[in-house]
């Protein structure tokens, strides 16, 4: 790989639809070069997928979960995340290594939604334990900013 092949792979990494065009544009070699480069590079297995990223709120989804599981004492969890691959709303479910055997992510819609299917996870035979952090966008919006500490009757460190 040389420099025109990673300036492709930064300037698709930013945007998966940039026209072909465009990238030649900017490096200064011919849409057919940059053409070539990029089937060359997925050929090669050097670009493997090309992806869209979705806003999930705009198609209906509160949020994201991230689940941590462990299996229970000596138990394998190759039929439990056949299951968990298979579940609605899972978008992700693999085998993981260190304190937690498993890892995957569900996207909600509501609390009723992420509740019911942590619990179908949580009643599979091989499942331990799962641990839940999850994700809500603008979250940040739902708790005051830091308090002022004129407000509280205290001189900010810049007058003191």
């Known amino acids: 790989m040389d420099e025109i092949d990673q300036t492709i792979i930064r300037e698709l990494t930013k945007d998966a639809r940039k026209p072909f065009r465009k990238i030649a544009m900017k490096i ?35 949020g994201t979960a991230h689940l941590l599981i462990k299996s229970s004492t000596g138990k394998d969890l190759t039929k439990s995340f056949e299951h968990i ?18 890892y995957a992510v569900l996207v909600f819609k509501n609390i009723e939604d992420l509740f019911t299917t942590i619990l179908q996870i949580r009643k599979l035979s091989d499942i331990g334990y799962v641990d839940v952090v999850f994700s809500v966008p603008g979250i940040n919006t739902f708790f005051p900013k830091p308090l002022n500490r004129k407000y509280l009757g205290k001189k900010s460190p810049k007058s003191e």
């Not at 691959?85 to 260190?98: D, M």
């Open 85 to 102: 691959k298979n579940t609605p709303n899972i978008v992700i479910a693999t085998k993981a290594i260190g304190d937690f055997e498993g």
């Open 28 to 62: 200064g070699v011919s849409t057919q070069t940059v053409i070539k480069r990029y089937n060359e590079m997925k050929t090669n297995n050097i670009i493997q997928i090309a992806t869209i990223s979705i806003d999930l709120n705009k198609i209906g989804y509160a």
